[in-house]
C-alpha cells in the first residue's frame, strides 16, 4: 500500500542555519505529494505541493521537488526562523477516493535564537 | 478565526465510556474527514463523509465509530466503547480550495484510561 517516511526528530537548528527534511514515498501511480506544518496548538496547514515529477513546490522560503527517480519529496530552507519551530508533515494522494491523504509521522522542527 | 473547529480540545476518558468529537466549520462544506495519530505514530486517515453519507473508510473506522452531521453544521465523531488504544489526537478536515487539499482543525486529544 502507499506509504511515506520521514526523517526522525526533532530537528534542531539555530536562527539562519539550512534545513533538510527527508521525505520518500511509496506509492502505485502518480501521487500528489504535500507538506503541512503544524504550529503549537492550531492544526495542520498545507504548506506547499507538487502534483507531477519534476514539479517544485514552494512557499515561506520552503520548498520541495518532486523526485519520481527517487521516490522523494524533501523540504528544504535556506535560512530558518525561531517562527518555523513546528512538526512537519510529508503526505502523498494517490486517488484512493478523494483528497484521501497518507501521512508520515511527522518531524518535529525547533529552531533556537 | 479558524475555519475549522474542534471540541473539545482535550477529553479524558475511563475505558468503556462513550465519546463524541465535533467539528465545526466556519462555512459549509460537502466534504469531511476524520484522521487520528496515535503519538508517536502516523496520522492516519479514518473517514470521509460527503453530502451526509460516508463515502469511504479506512480498516480503523469499524463497528466501533460512527459519524454524523446532525444539525447540517457540526460534524461529530462517536467512539462508542473506547478502549485504550483509543487514546490520541483526533482530527477534523474540510475540503480546502483546489484537489486534495485539506484544511484541519486543531485537533481533539483523546486520552483512555
Known sequence: ?113 | EPEVTQTPSHQVTQMGQEVILRCVPISNHLYFYWYRQILGQKVEFLVSFYNNEISEKSEIFDDQFSVERPDGSNFTLKIRSTKLEDSAMYFCAIQGSGANVLTFGAGSRLTVL
Open chain 1, 1 to 113: 500500500g502507499d506509504s511515506v517516511t520521514q526523517m526522525e526528530g526533532p530537528v534542531t537548528l539555530s536562527e539562519e542555519a539550512f534545513l533538510t527534511i527527508n521525505c520518500t514515498y511509496t506509492a502505485t501511480g502518480y501521487p500528489s505529494l504535500f507538506w503541512y506544518v503544524q504550529y503549537p496548538g492550531e492544526g495542520l496547514q498545507l504548506l506547499l505541493k507538487a502534483t507531477k515529477a519534476d514539479d517544485k513546490g514552494s512557499n515561506k522560503g520552503f520548498e520541495a521537488t518532486y523526485r519520481k527517480e527517487t521516490t522523494s519529496f524533501h523540504l528544504e530552507k535556506g535560512s530558518v526562523q525561531v517562527s518555523d519551530s513546528a512538526v512537519y508533515f510529508c503526505a502523498l494522494s494517490a486517488g484512493r477516493g478523494y483528497s484521501t491523504l497518507t501521512f508520515g509521522k511527522g518531524t518535529m522542527l525547533l529552531v533556537s535564537p
